[in-house]
Each structure stands twice: as structure tokens, then as C-alpha cells.
């Protein structure tokens, strides 16, 4: 029998407000610290739904964005990392095509209610001060 105790889950943090996510629009990015190093990550809207990943692409471990909170292809289809334009769906992270492999994006779980969008740290992605 393991010892093991439940993660308890962590309380939501605010990140922004539903209108600065416009329908496939720039992104929101924000400083986090994953395995306690500074990575950063980004939140947009795509289908009417806010999705959030690392920005951290998964076929080197770079930041993906075109300028800062631009990650969406020319046709804005798809998050299309910027350095060698692997190619990933919106909605899920999944690696659609180029040099990403099965791993896809790390997905940071997000919650959207009376107007604000709020990110849910886990255990292994915390809070970073913002610089
Ligand atoms: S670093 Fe993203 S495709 Fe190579």
C-alpha cells in the first residue's frame, strides 16, 4: 500500500480578463516556474474556448511566439512554432505536423467565468513573479 497522499488541488489564479482574448486573436503570456525554473506560457482563445500552454515547443525547448503573443500560423489554424514551424492544434496541443513528435504542448488547465480567465497551478507548473 502506497503512502502516497492526493495532490490536493490549487486554488485558481487570475490571469486576465475574457475580453484580452479576442477569437483567435494575440495571446496572453505570463511568467510561471516549471520544475522551479523559469519558463514562460501563454493563453488564447480559439473556437471561443481559452486554451493555455508552456511556450516551450516540443521539438526543442524554446520559446515558439513570432513576437511576443503571436503563436498562430498565417491562416490562424493552427499554434505554429515560429523556429522550424512544427505545427500543433489549438485545442489540444497534439503535435498535427513538422518536428514535435507525440509530445505536443504542455497544457496549463484554465477556467473562463464572469469575465475573467483564471490558470490553475499544478505541481509541477507554480507562479512566478512577474519581472
Ligand atoms: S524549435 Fe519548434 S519546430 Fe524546432
Known sequence: MSDAKPQAPQDPLPLCASDDLQERGKAHTFHVLQYRQP???F???????V???????AHV???????????LDGDK???MCSIHGAVYDPLTGRC???MCGRIGLTKIEVEE???Q??????????????P
Open 39 to 41: 519558463a514562460s506560457a
Open 43 to 49: 493563453a488564447l482563445r480559439f473556437d471561443g474556448q
Open 51 to 57: 486554451v493555455a500552454y508552456l511556450n516551450r515547443c
Open 61 to 71: 525547448p524554446t520559446e515558439m511566439d513570432w513576437q511576443e503573443g503571436e503563436f
Open 77 to 79: 489554424q493552427y499554434i
Open 96 to 98: 498535427v505536423s513538422g
Open 113 to 115: 467565468r464572469e469575465g
Open 117 to 130: 480567465v483564471y490558470w490553475y497551478p499544478s505541481r509541477d507548473t507554480q507562479p512566478a513573479f512577474e
